[in-house]
């Protein structure tokens, strides 16, 4: 995954790759064979990584826990952000949804009471959004 936009993660997830990215380089030093693309990959992720707590706004991006509702009534929580990075910090207990899946590039710049529609694998759904706050 390399990345050349700014991606939202947690703190404990960035301090996690700076550790990886740290003892990737020491071991590079000593001569030990290294995954060299993993490196560019840490590197590449640190350097575009957004860790500040995001605004408390009502409007859904990366780093905010959002609630929906389904049209059948039913409610789900999650985390929207990246899979990949969410699962470095243990903190992080509850699903977590790609902003760029169907649902997270449907909610993503919305806010709170907004319903919108998605393609889902089942075919169209609409959602309302009932709650976006900050991560944590």
Known sequence: ??????????????????????????RAEIGEDVDGARMLQVRDTLRNAEVDRKPDDGL?????????RF????????????????????????????????LGSAISGRYVQDAVTFDAPSGPLQVTILAAVPFG
């Open 1 to 26: 995954m390399m990345i050349s936009t700014p991606v939202w993660t947690t703190p404990a997830a960035r301090d996690r790759l700076t550790q990886e990215l740290s003892d990737l380089e020491r």
């Open 71 to 102: 049209d059948n009534g039913s409610t789900t929580t999650f985390l929207l952000g990246d899979r990949e990075l969410a699962s470095l910090d243990p903190d992080v207990a509850i699903s977590v949804y790609s902003p760029t899946s169907p």
């Open 60 to 68: 859904v991006e990366a780093g905010m826990t959002v609630t929906i």
